[in-house]
Nanobody, 115 residues
Framework: QVQVVESGGGLVQPGGSLRLSCAAS????????MEWYRQAPGKRRELVAL???????NYADSVKGRFTVSRDNTKNTVYLQMNTLKPEDTAVYYC?????????WGQGTQVTVSS
């Protein structure tokens, strides 16, 4: 079972930045598609960004141009750099290690954008 642990959430003012980190266990990290989801109160969980083993990325329209996903396979870690944050970005952010045959989810980290 792959263990996934997110960190880096917190309270930030509108227009500010945060970087989330996600560490995943296992020797096959470089083969996983790594995904970031978020869920705001009263809303459905949505896919925010993903990065493939080859480094290809994809983003939700709502975060394009503001968020950047990257990975460091030497550290078994994926990052989500979030810039120009808006109040509507407030949510619990989850990291997922997509191994193809199964997914492993982290516990989530809270991001709150408020003045």
């Amino acid at each position: 079972q792959v263990q996934v642990v997110e960190s880096g959430g917190g309270l930030v003012q509108p227009g500010g930045s945060l970087r989330l980190s996600c560490a995943a266990s296992g020797s096959m990290f470089s083969t996983y598609i790594m995904e970031w989801y978020r869920q705001a109160p009263g809303k459905r969980r949505e896919l925010v960004a993903l990065i493939t083993p080859g480094g290809n990325t994809n983003y939700a329209d709502s975060v394009k141009g503001r968020f950047t996903v990257s990975r460091d396979n030497t550290k078994n870690t994926v990052y989500l750099q979030m810039n120009t944050l808006k109040p509507e970005d407030t949510a619990v952010y989850y990291c997922v290690a997509n191994q193809g045959f199964t997914d492993s989810w982290g516990q989530g980290t809270q991001v709150t954008v408020s003045s």
